[in-house]
Nanobody, 120 residues
Framework: QVQLVESGGGLVQPGGSLRLYCAAS????????MGWYRQAPGKERELVAH???????NYADSVKGRFTISRDNTKNTVYLQMNSLKPEDTAVYYC??????????????WGQGTQVTVSS
């Protein structure tokens, strides 16, 4: 059994910054790709950024130059540093991870989501 728990969301003014955290716990043999998705009201869920076990990183065009994804494999944690936030960044942000619970198998997991609101 694996759980992903996000934290760090909140209310921030335009131009401000937030740092999101996602920690994986439970039966974990290996974490492959970890990433952040977001879903705004009335919109489909979209990829924000992801990072592979080899530290290959992709960003959505809308966040390039403003957001930074990183991971700490010793803590089974992925981070999302968000700078120069805009009102259009307002959404629920979800952590996602591709995990092998044991030496056998591979499954995809989602966190419960954390709200990010950018407003003056």
């Amino acid at each position: 059994q694996v759980q992903l728990v996000e934290s760090g969301g909140g209310l921030v003014q335009p131009g401000g910054s937030l740092r999101l955290y996602c920690a994986a716990s439970g039966s974990i043999f290996r974490i492959n790709t970890m990433g952040w998705y977001r879903q705004a009201p009335g919109k489909e869920r979209e990829l924000v950024a992801h990072i592979t076990s080899g530290n290959s990183i992709n960003y959505a065009d809308s966040v390039k130059g403003r957001f930074t994804i990183s991971r700490d494999n010793t803590k089974n944690t992925v981070y999302l540093q968000m700078n120069s936030l805009k009102p259009e960044d307002t959404a629920v942000y979800y952590c996602n991870a591709d995990i092998a619970p044991t030496v056998w198998g591979r499954e995809n997991y989602w966190g419960q989501g954390t709200q990010v609101t950018v407003s003056s």
